[in-house]
């Protein structure tokens, strides 16, 4: 009976051993894992407001051809932009103004589903106000935005398909 306590024992002891190595191991893995995840590229809130600059002036388009499926799509690609920097960019103060940007993407979506066109274009002003107020805000007046006066590519179609 001693000497299985004995040898009970001296298993535990190995196992615990074992188990620190083990330990040791999981963190060298979690510290690698760390490092990877904190070398991962991450969008800067510039590369996302280029983003929203080109969907603004899509959505612009969409609206004034009455492609409403399209204004829709753009105004919600808008939308997916502005929470991907709540999401992302947390370190830069300039987000705590964002939702400035609300209103004016409300007043697009109701005139998106009336399909009123004079609606829009009256919420796509709003919109672009609401942006160049929160660039105010944010000391980047320097970057005014405008209702585009041009395609902004010129391989899409921006009247709806019949």
């Given at each position: 009976m001693r000497t299985l306590l004995i040898l009970s024992a001296l298993f535990m002891l190995a196992a615990c051993g074992g188990q620190s190595d083990a330990t040791k191991l999981l963190q060298i893995q979690i510290d690698s894992l760390q490092k990877k995840l904190n070398d991962t590229y991450k969008p800067g809130l510039g590369e996302f407001m280029l983003g929203i600059q080109l969907h603004h002036a899509k959505l612009w388009f969409a609206g004034t051809n009455q492609n409403w499926s399209l204004a829709d799509f753009e105004v919600k690609e808008i939308g997916e932009?502005?929470?991907?920097?709540?999401?992302?960019?947390?370190?830069?103060?300039?987000?705590?103004?964002?939702?400035?940007i609300d209103p004016g993407i409300s007043s697009i979506n109701a005139a998106i589903q009336k399909k009123d066109l004079q609606l829009f274009k009256k919420g796509f002003i709003e919109l672009t106000g609401n942006c160049n107020g929160c660039h105010k805000n944010t000391q980047h007046a320097f970057n005014v935005v405008i209702i585009p006066t041009a395609l902004p590519v010129v391989n899409q179609e921006f009247k709806p398909s019949k």
């Open positions: 932009s502005l929470d991907d920097i709540k999401k992302y960019c947390t370190d830069r103060p300039e987000v705590k103004s964002i939702s400035m």
